[in-house]
Nanobody
Framework: QVVLVEAGGGLVQAGGSLRLPCAAFMRTVSSLTMGWFRQAPEKERAFVAA????????LYTDSVKGRFAISRDNTKNPMWLQMNSLKPEDTAVYYCAADNEAYRAVLLAAENYYGRWGPGTQVTVSS
């Protein structure tokens, strides 16, 4: 059982930055792909970014490429999502998630592959 906890959300002006940590309380988390998803008001939850178990490979949704960066160091906790040049359309609840399968060879954006989720942290970007 993985317990994930996000933090770092808040209110920021457009163009600003936030850094979201995701703390994972499970010894085997270092073998799992970790991802970030977000859910905007009245919209379905959507993929944002993922890092494979080693941190060597990452995947981003097109709308955040060049602005967001996911990072992890398996010798440390937590995993991070650095968000720069924030836009009002980035406003959402951000969720950290862990893959169901250890050492998965490919990065996947579909949320059904992620079986453990944090409670979420609210990010609001004002215009």
């Amino acid at each position: 059982q993985v317990v994930l906890v996000e933090a770092g959300g808040g209110l920021v002006q457009a163009g600003g930055s936030l850094r979201l940590p995701c703390a994972a309380f499970m010894r085997t988390v270092s073998s799992l792909t970790m991802g970030w998803f977000r859910q905007a008001p009245e919209k379905e939850r959507a993929f944002v970014a993922a890092s494979d178990w080693s941190g060597a490979s990452t995947l981003y949704t097109d709308s955040v490429k060049g602005r967001f960066a996911i990072s992890r160091d398996n010798t440390k906790n937590p995993m991070w999502l650095q968000m720069n040049s924030l836009k009002p359309e980035d406003t959402a609840v951000y969720y950290c998630a862990a893959d169901n399968e250890a050492y998965r060879a490919v990065l996947l954006a579909a949320e059904n592959y992620y079986g453990r989720w944090g409670p979420g942290t609210q990010v609001t970007v004002s215009s």
